[in-house]
């Protein structure tokens, strides 16, 4: 199907090691999102991209978090330096302006241990 | 105050019953509002929209309240397969960057 893919979808690191999260939205989506879910916690909006438009850094928790998007498509999460509490679920999501009321479609995630 | 606020939970909730979740937002200027539900280490995915006059979807129904700023989501006649975590979610300001809530945990219970 061609849904939002994430890659990898598990990750394990050890502390200080950098890492990369990607996301390939639907074709044709414009807006892409990347959020953070901890165990048992609600999500965590990092960073918003639509179209080209400049991005929503507003969520990234720290100036280790960066992400791009390449040709309004793949979009990749970097992580420096990782630490312990960035272990979390990784969820990207990707939808098509409808007026309002357009669904974001999600990925299954990546799920990020750092040791 | 957090933009989006939900009560966590649980639900523990029998088979049949009818329960109702509630979610408050902060910002009167919130345009969009939509029920996402999540099941354990799963993706979330869209529940429903919910519309100013308020919508159903089979035994699901959604109300918005604008006055009051709180959406709520009625589930009739729960099913066990209704376990999970419901998600809600506002959209606000001039372009389609979300909001979500925390998220209440429902357990439907054989």
């Known amino acids: 199907g061609a849904g939002v893919s994430q890659s990898p979808s598990n990750k394990v690191t050890e502390k200080g090691k950098d890492v990369e999260l990607r996301c390939d939205p639907i074709s044709g989506h414009t807006a892409l999102y990347w959020y953070r879910q901890s165990l048992g916690q609600g999500l965590e909006f990092l960073i918003y991209?639509?179209?080209?438009?400049?991005?929503?850094k507003s969520g990234l928790p720290s100036d280790r978090f960066s992400a791009e998007r390449t040709g309004g498509s793949v979009s990749t999460l970097t992580i420096q330096r990782t630490q312990q509490e960035d272990s979390a679920v990784y969820l990207c999501?990707?939808?098509?302006?409808?007026?309002?009321?357009?669904?974001?479609?999600f990925g299954p995630g990546t799920r990020l241990l750092v040791l | 105050r957090k933009e989006v606020e939900q009560d966590p939970g649980p639900f523990n909730v029998p088979e049949g019953a009818t329960v109702a979740f509630n979610c408050t937002y902060s910002n009167s200027a919130s345009q969009s509002f939509f029920w996402y539900r999540q099941d354990c280490r799963k993706e979330p995915k869209l529940l429903m929209s919910v519309y100013s006059s308020g919508n159903e979807d089979g035994r699901f129904t959604a109300q918005l309240n604008r006055a009051s700023q709180y959406i709520s989501l009625l589930i009739r006649d729960s099913k066990l397969s209704d376990s999970a975590t419901y998600l809600c979610v506002v959209r606000t300001g001039g372009y389609q960057k979300v909001t979500f809530g925390t998220g209440t945990k429902l357990q439907v219970i054989p």
């Open positions: 991209f639509q179209g080209n438009s400049a991005p929503d």
């Open positions: 999501a990707s939808s098509f302006p409808s007026g309002g009321q357009e669904t974001q479609y």
